[in-house]
């Protein structure tokens, strides 16, 4: 099965606009099955979020790009997963642990998609930091 999940730039907090959501889930056979689109993301807690995208950032990996004359660090990171029983997935949600306590930062809501043991999921979060 397959997926791929994507939004369009929005501005999400004072200094963090996040640019892309893709999630791609494949079957065991490699075949992509599903795209979908959204927009809507939630952040949970704004200033664990802040923490989390400083910690994230890394001069090194996260190229620095030019948008109309603003500059931004581009951010990207891809998380991997694999699922072991049928199940709808119905947001997409960005998450850490902190401590031994799973901890969610925000979400993407969405329609809904089917995913099946042994499918295969790859999703890529891209966010834009603004750099003075």
């Given at each position: 099965m397959g997926f791929i999940f994507q939004y369009s730039t929005q501005e999400i907090a004072e200094d963090l606009s996040v640019t892309s959501v893709e999630i791609i889930v494949r079957n065991s056979d490699g075949q992509l099955v599903t795209y979908l689109t959204?927009?809507?993301?939630?952040?949970?807690?704004?200033?664990?979020?802040?923490?989390f995208i400083l910690r994230e950032a890394n001069t090194e990996k996260d190229p620095l790009i030019d948008i109309d004359g603003n500059?931004?660090?581009?951010?990207?990171?891809?998380?991997?997963?694999?699922?072991?029983?049928?199940?709808?997935?119905?947001?997409?949600?960005?998450?850490?642990?902190?401590g031994q306590t799973l901890f969610a930062?925000?979400?993407?809501?969405?329609?809904?998609?089917?995913?099946?043991?042994?499918?295969?999921?790859?999703?890529?979060?891209?966010?834009?930091?603004?750099?003075?």
């Amino acid at each position: 099965m397959g997926f791929i999940f994507q939004y369009s730039t929005q501005e999400i907090a004072e200094d963090l606009s996040v640019t892309s959501v893709e999630i791609i889930v494949r079957n065991s056979d490699g075949q992509l099955v599903t795209y979908l689109t959204s927009d809507r993301f939630v952040i949970i807690n704004s200033e664990k979020f802040q923490e989390f995208i400083l910690r994230e950032a890394n001069t090194e990996k996260d190229p620095l790009i030019d948008i109309d004359g603003n500059k931004f660090q581009k951010i990207t990171r891809t998380k991997s997963a694999s699922f072991k029983i049928d199940e709808i997935i119905a947001s997409t949600i960005l998450a850490d642990y902190d401590g031994q306590t799973l901890f969610a930062y925000g979400y993407f809501e969405h329609d809904g998609y089917p995913v099946s043991p042994g499918d295969k999921l790859i999703t890529i979060w891209t966010f834009l930091r603004p750099i003075e």
